[in-house]
């Protein structure tokens, strides 16, 4: 292993880059082992910071092209060297390998055949850490590479010279912490009868504090108290049961080993502290686990990997665990059989399958007649033996799809006993190609594959348990239960909060404790849901009805989850509370949801969007289900837009929208999303728009899964791609029939400034966009981009105007320059990223425009339906007022 441990020789003064000393640094090619870390100190917590390195490959590198050529890591540190667990870091990403971090591509990713790339990383420093650490990791590269001349900078820009923006007031800097004070924060967690927890945390302090109390509350099977004292704990005559955490330094990691009284099934953990006003947090909800020997690590067993005998074992270690009186006496206790409900199982929902129903109707996913049909591809025959390695597609989704077994569900509920009986065969032939450890496709262990795996293997266990086949029953049972030893053991550790992801594995784990509630382990998967899915939607749905997911597809996604689950928790009294949180909030989203559809029916694609063909018919579907009573009647169409621009409302923060209907004309629509790019994955979207006028789409986003600054409308300097930021509207005005926004950003790092301004023509039959870039006194290029409509074919003059043709109507597309010059403008095909599977390129074309000057440049396009639209974009933007707003 290679392992340098750098530091900088120097604190850190403000404005200064603090580099560490060394500037050349070799990373082997011994995968995860070879690693380089880099070491800085004397940082200042609450702001933000930039890395910034040059990576230079061999030349007889073969795996330059990678996306994840090297895994690049972050540690963070206080000033009294403690490390700090942060549940999240604005601008990084929760990695398996370093708790922040991200994957660096090769140098040659994007095409062309370069040796050298230029890693820069712009992160938001949480209080109270003081010190960083960069490890980069060898991961694909066959060859050794150089790390040169590291260095962390400051990257917070000045408020008054950075468009008054203050970062510290957004939700960038938001970290996860939980603060303590006397009263407690309680967890509630659901106990296996004669089984004790582990509950792991870090408390994070600054300044002396006298620690933290976890006060403990037992409860029996009821709901009532179990009195106190309980084994192992501490009390006083104010706090009768409770644990102490010392806290001796600034970050202080705790384990708490809870043994739990006779009769106890429910566990109420409050955390507090002794002072009235301490400094004192939690760094994040606390892990919980249960004992190690019941951990899925200890249940495997390589010599007897098959379900049936996972099940034995985990029972067999379980031991006094009762079998529920009901069970037929003499049933085998190593078995799933005596605590199973057939009439559970047959009734059980399922919230996944309810969701992929309302998202893609009950035609996209099936098997009928032999042939599987998954992931919009074609139907495909399946062979008597399935091959669990097939990949017929090269498609990642549809290898996902393929082993969430969701699209033998129909037949698992067939009448037909014969068509029953071959469901159930295939998933044992997926059991039995899958033993535990040894994937056939790694890629059915991903979280929401395993999920939807979950919920479709209860309802081919309710098949096998109709139909008495035993050997089915055992070892379904013991994929069922190795399945939710894994998926609660991923909600435990917290790696998902506030995802998609932690929903679809909470909603899943749910459904599995309602559907088995008799099995000893059922209480701690509903527990760990029902804190997953609570904490879950709070995070990403706030009261307003705001959704934090930057795409819209995935919050239209997130609500119908939410909607698919609403029944079920409503049904149960212990669950309706989480019911009646929610109701408000979906609410309140779905108003806002719906206003952001365009005329046409589309949602617009801003970051992670599939084809859009399908979604208007997804809000049909939710529209017609009437789940809720405010979710009934039409969904949106051209009947549905307001006229005349409109400045985003207050449900709507980070989106710009404008909508116009004209009986004569067709209708016309304009979306902006400005919102923030806080995850590595998050696409370099921000102050990318869509736009039609005269009844037909236009201007469209060319992302769907490319995150890369050239698959969306944006303008990049000097080839640099954005990174963590936000945008801010500075200013709306208008000037005669035009509306002006001024949108300021901070996602092209400190040495920019960057203004981007929306004009919309009164009638919305035209646009401008145009973006401002200041630097220092030195040469300064942007490259803008512009995708259109795959039905739009473009031409070009010699006088550098663009003419975008749709049957018997023209868009004119016109390049101008307030500061600096027009070099070039282009025309390609979109563009997709080398060797990304499941992305075939769009069949759009994308107009590229290069602008440039020193110190500063402003320009853009002006884009209307008409000549004289052009012509009043134009004396609009070469106005004086204009000028002056744009480059002040």
């Not at 309680?186 to 509950?199: A, I, M």
């Not at 600054?709 to 035009?738: C, K, M, Y």
Request: net charge negative.
């Amino acid at each position: 292993m290679s392992d340098r441990s750098l530091r900088s020789a120097v604190p850190a003064q403000q404005g200064a880059a603090v580099s560490a000393p060394g500037a050349d640094h070799v990373v082997d090619n011994r995968n995860r082992w070879s690693r380089v870390s880099l070491t800085f100190e004397g940082l200042e917590a609450e702001r933000w910071y930039e890395f910034d390195a040059y990576m230079v490959c061999s030349a007889d590198e073969t795996a330059s092209t990678a996306q994840d050529f090297a895994a690049l890591g972050f540690a963070f540190r206080a000033q009294d060297r403690s490390e700090i667990d942060f549940a999240r870091v604005a601008g990084l990403g929760r990695t398996s390998i370093d708790a922040h971090g991200d994957w660096l591509a090769g140098p040659a990713a994007e095409g062309g055949e370069a040796r050298a790339i230029r890693i820069r990383r712009r992160f938001y420093l949480p209080t109270p850490a003081a010190a960083v650490t960069v490890i980069i990791r060898s991961w694909r590269n066959d060859q050794p590479f150089r790390i040169l001349d590291p260095a962390i900078r400051p990257a917070q820009p000045d408020a008054a010279s950075a468009d008054g923006i203050d970062l510290l007031r957004s939700g960038l800097s938001r970290d996860g912490r939980i603060r303590l004070g006397p009263q407690p924060i309680w967890f509630r967690h659901g106990l296996v009868p004669g089984r004790g927890l582990v509950v792991k945390g870090q408390v994070i302090a600054q300044g002396a504090t006298e620690g933290v109390l976890a006060r403990l509350a037992f409860h029996d099977v009821g709901g009532d108290l179990i009195p106190p004292p309980y084994p192992d704990t501490l009390a006083t005559l104010a706090v009768p049961a409770f644990l102490d955490i010392p806290v001796h330094r600034q970050a202080y990691r705790f384990t708490l080993k809870i043994s739990p009284p006779a009769r106890a099934a429910t566990l109420e953990i409050g955390f507090a502290t002794w002072e009235s006003d301490p400094e004192v947090a939690l760094v994040a909800e606390p892990d919980v686990f249960l004992d190690d020997d019941l951990r899925l690590a200890n249940l495997a067993d390589d010599a007897m990997p098959g379900a049936a005998a996972f099940l034995a074992r985990l029972l067999g270690r379980l031991g006094g665990a009762r079998i529920p009186a009901a069970a037929a006496e003499g049933a085998a206790a190593e078995t799933i059989h005596p605590y199973l409900d057939p009439a559970r199982l047959s009734g059980q929902p399922a919230p996944l399958r309810r969701c992929a129903l309302l998202r893609e109707g009950p035609d996209a996913c099936g098997w009928a007649e032999g042939n599987v049909r998954l992931a919009s591809q074609p139907a495909w025959a399946l062979p008597e033996a399935p091959d669990w390695a097939a990949d017929p597609f090269r498609s990642h989704a549809w290898r996902l799809a393929f082993h969430s077994l969701a699209w033998i569900w129909g037949a698992a509920e067939s009448p037909d006993r014969t068509m029953r009986g071959r469901a159930v065969a295939v998933a044992l032939s997926w059991s039995d190609a899958n033993p535990w450890g040894q994937p056939a496709d790694v890629l059915n262990l991903h979280p929401t594959c395993m999920a939807q795996r979950l919920e479709a293997m209860l309802a081919l266990l309710g098949a096998a348990a109709r139909d008495a086949d035993e050997r089915a029953v055992a070892i379904l049972g013991g994929e069922i239960v190795r399945h939710a030893i894994a998926l609660a053991e991923i909600l435990a550790q917290n790696t998902l909060a506030g995802s998609m992801l932690e929903l679809q594995v909470a909603a899943a784990l749910l459904t599995t404790g309602l559907a088995l509630p008799a099995f000893p382990l059922a209480p701690h998967w509903t527990g760990l849901a029902l804190a997953a899915l609570q904490s879950g939607f709070e995070a990403l749905i706030d009261p307003d009805g705001v959704i934090a997911e930057p795409s819209y597809h995935r919050r239209l996604e997130i609500l119908t989850l939410a909607l698919a689950l609403l029944p079920i928790l409503e049904a149960r009294p212990d669950l309706a509370s989480l019911a009646a949180s929610l109701e408000p909030r979906l609410a309140n989203a779905w108003v806002s949801l719906v206003d952001l559809f365009e005329p046409d029916g589309v949602l617009p694609p801003f970051d992670d969007a599939p084809d859009p063909g399908g979604r208007n018919r997804w809000l049909d579907r939710l529209a017609a289900s009437r789940i809720r009573p405010w979710i009934a009647g039409p969904p949106p169409g051209p009947g549905a837009v307001h006229a005349g621009p409109a400045f985003p409302a207050a449900a709507r923060p980070g989106t710009l929208l404008a909508r116009r209907q004209d009986a004569g004309t067709g209708w016309s629509a304009f979306t902006a999303d400005y919102g923030p790019q806080l995850h590595p994955q998050d696409h370099r979207d921000c102050t990318s728009f869509t736009f039609g006028t005269g009844g037909l789409r236009w201007i469209t986003e060319g992302g769907g899964r490319q995150p890369a600054a050239r698959a969306h409308n944006v303008a990049i300097p000097d080839g640099r791609e954005p990174g963590a930021g936000t945008g801010v509207p500075q200013a709306s005005f208008g000037l005669g029939d035009a509306t002006v926004h001024l949108i300021a950003t901070t996602v092209h790092g400190p040495n920019y400034r960057h203004l981007r301004a929306f004009v919309l023509l009164e009638d919305l039959s035209g646009v401008a966009v145009l973006d401002r870039f200041l630097t220092e006194s030195r040469p300064l290029s942007v490259q803008g981009f512009l995708h259109l409509d795959p039905a739009v074919t473009v031409a070009l003059d010699s006088s550098r105007r663009v003419f975008g043709l749709r049957g018997a109507r023209q868009l004119h597309i016109v390049p101008v320059a307030i500061a600096g010059r027009v070099n070039d403008v282009g025309v390609s095909r979109a563009w997709a990223a080398p060797q990304a599977a499941d992305r075939e390129p769009a069949a759009g074309t994308v107009l590229t425009y290069d602008l440039s000057g020193r110190e500063h440049v402003a320009g853009g396009l002006l884009i209307a339906a008409s000549a004289e639209g052009v012509g009043r974009l134009l004396r609009t933007v070469e106005g004086e007022a204009f000028r002056q707003r744009l480059t002040e």
